[in-house]
């Protein structure tokens, strides 16, 4: 499948490392297969090393992705999580084992022509929106595969899958998200956006690709690229990152963080 956008390029999607619980469990991500690395970002793995003292909440924050997940000793339960414009806690039990595809934006309704505004800031059962994919999860996987397996069958899968597509994004829609992501989220969508859309056919296609608004998606862009940058505490004293970006004040920034986080920067980023 040929693609003349590549985001992959322009844009690196963040999630923390765990740290609540030490060495109990573990969170990593492997890239797929690379005629895959223009729609998937990375495949993940969350699980516990052994079983913990008590339940488990873990957090996402705002990435602008979209991801499939299930439980590797129980596959049925596969599930789709749209775009959020900020942080979700799931409450786990005290011993899980889940994978997940994360797809870059726009990737996931282009290839299978699904809405990303239906999905946002929530989950849904894969089954209520892709049905094929959803069987071949609870049919293919089980809590004996390890996750180079799992990456096997993931990459042969949806090489297969995405060879019978063909998904293309208009050229200005390709401009406007290129501005955001070459301006680190920082622009004016009135002004800045000027790509031959109007607001309202700007509003349809990012609601469609991402599942929100462009303002919205910038803001997320922005805060990933604090991410990014792993600023200390002190240098976000010293160097002031939010006037940078484009913040009011630090509590403007700070809000902000808090909302797409979960925690202040201060916390987020502590020594």
């Not at 998937?40 to 052994?50: A, G, N, R, S, V």
């Not at 109007?198 to 910038?218: H, P, V």
């Amino acid at each position: 499948m040929k693609k003349d956008f590549h985001i992959r390029l322009l844009y690196r999607p963040v999630q923390p490392s765990v740290k609540q619980a030490g060495q109990l469990v573990s969170y990593r991500e492997v890239l797929p297969n690379e005629r895959l690395l223009e729609s998937i970002y990375c495949y993940w793995e969350l699980k516990t090393q052994k079983p913990l003292q008590d339940p488990f909440t873990y957090r996402v924050v705002a990435d602008g992705c979209i991801d499939i997940f299930f439980q590797l000793d129980n596959p049925a339960e596969n599930y789709v999580m749209g775009f959020c414009k900020k942080y979700t806690e799931f409450p786990l039990d005290n011993s899980f084992h889940y994978i997940g595809i994360r797809f870059l934006p726009t990737a996931f309704p282009a290839l299978f022509r699904v809405d990303a505004k239906e999905l946002s800031n929530r989950f849904e059962k894969l089954e209520n929106v892709l049905g094929k994919t959803s069987q071949f999860i609870t049919d293919r996987f089980s809590e004996k595969d390890d996750f180079d397996r799992v990456k096997q069958k993931l990459d042969a899968y949806f090489i297969a899958e995405l060879e019978n597509l063909s998904a293309g994004l208009d050229q200005r829609f390709q401009n406007a998200l290129a501005i955001i992501l070459n301006n680190f989220g920082v622009v004016n969508v009135q002004t800045d956006l000027d790509i031959g859309l109007s607001q309202r056919q700007l509003r349809r296609y990012f609601e469609f690709y991402i599942g929100d608004t462009a303002k919205t998606f910038s803001q997320v862009v922005r805060f990933q690229n604090i991410l990014n940058a792993k600023p200390s505490t002190q240098s976000l004293k010293q160097n002031k990152i939010f006037f940078d970006l484009g913040y009011y004040d630090q509590a403007h920034f700070i809000k902000e963080f808090k909302n797409f986080y979960g925690v202040s920067p201060g916390k987020a980023f502590g020594r």
